[in-house]
């Protein structure tokens, strides 16, 4: 099994950034998708990146191009979203997953194994 651990949230100002941090434990295999999705009140959970464990592919959701960006401590086991360029609209909570999928990249809920419990992350006007 792998359980996840969100941390890294908090009150920021537009414009300000923020590293959200994926604490793994269990065995997380090279080909697992590590995907971070976030949930705003009223709204579906979406997709925000996704990260192969292995590093050699990412993909990013079209809002957060260029802002956020994914990356994985080994060591630590531990996978990042460093959000930069916050803006109200990115204000939710935000998850980490872990997916078991052998092919392309997961972008969907359904595709996920084991979920984090979510942090919160509010972007001030």
């Known amino acids: 099994q792998v359980q996840l651990v969100e941390s890294g949230g908090g009150l920021v100002q537009a414009g300000g950034s923020l590293r959200l941090s994926c604490a793994a434990s269990?065995?997380?295999?090279?080909?697992?998708?590590m995907g971070w999705f976030r949930q705003a009140p009223g709204k579906e959970r979406g997709f925000v990146a996704v990260?192969?464990?292995?590093?050699?592919?990412?993909v990013y959701a079209d809002s957060v191009k260029g802002r956020f960006t994914v990356s994985r401590d080994d060591a630590k086991n531990t996978v990042y979203l460093q959000m930069n360029s916050l803006k109200p609209e990115d204000t939710a909570v935000y998850y980490c997953?872990?997916?078991?999928?052998?092919?392309?990249?997961?972008?969907?809920?359904?595709?996920?194994?084991?979920w984090g419990q979510g942090t919160q992350v509010t972007v001030s006007s």
């Open positions: 997953a872990a997916s078991r999928s052998i092919g392309r990249l997961a972008v969907t809920v359904d595709r996920y194994d084991y």
């Open positions: 269990g065995h997380i295999f090279s080909y697992y998708a």
């Open positions: 990260m192969r464990w292995s590093g050699d592919s990412i």
